[in-house]
């Protein structure tokens, strides 16, 4: 895979999520689920002690709203290979105690996060 930006890859996400529903791929959707919620998670602004100050606000007041944080591309795959090598450790882990069905879905889990890691 060549590389993107955060946002070619955000719409790639987005469009394979739409087919994966269409077609009830109800693991790959859940993959994909957790993948855009991972770029949604590196570009959340940290809040730290502002929460202590929180108002409501009216709907649609924008003063309350800040700019996503940036984040690069390579940033993002190397969360996404984290994701990956996490899941096959796993698999690895529940193979050793007989778990030989949730290792099998972990392992495919983590060939759907490898088709969205660029490889050098």
Not at 64 to 85: K, M, N
Not at 87 to 96: G, P, S
Not at 97 to 112: D, F, H, P, S, Y
């Amino acid at each position: 895979m060549s590389a993107y930006s955060v946002e070619e890859l955000r719409s790639r996400l987005q469009s394979d999520l739409r087919d994966a529903m269409r077609n009830q791929a109800r693991n790959e959707i859940a993959v994909l689920r957790t993948l855009l919620a991972e770029i949604d998670n590196a570009q959340a602004v940290p809040v730290g002690d502002l929460h202590e100050r929180y108002s409501v606000r009216n709907f649609g007041d924008g003063s309350a709203e800040v700019p996503r944080r940036s984040i690069t591309y390579a940033q993002l795959q190397e969360r996404f290979c984290g994701d990956h090598d996490e899941r096959l450790a796993a698999a690895a882990q529940l193979e050793t105690i007989g778990q030989v069905g949730e290792a099998k879905r972990l392992r495919n889990e983590a060939q759907i996060v490898k088709r969205y890691i660029a490889i050098e």
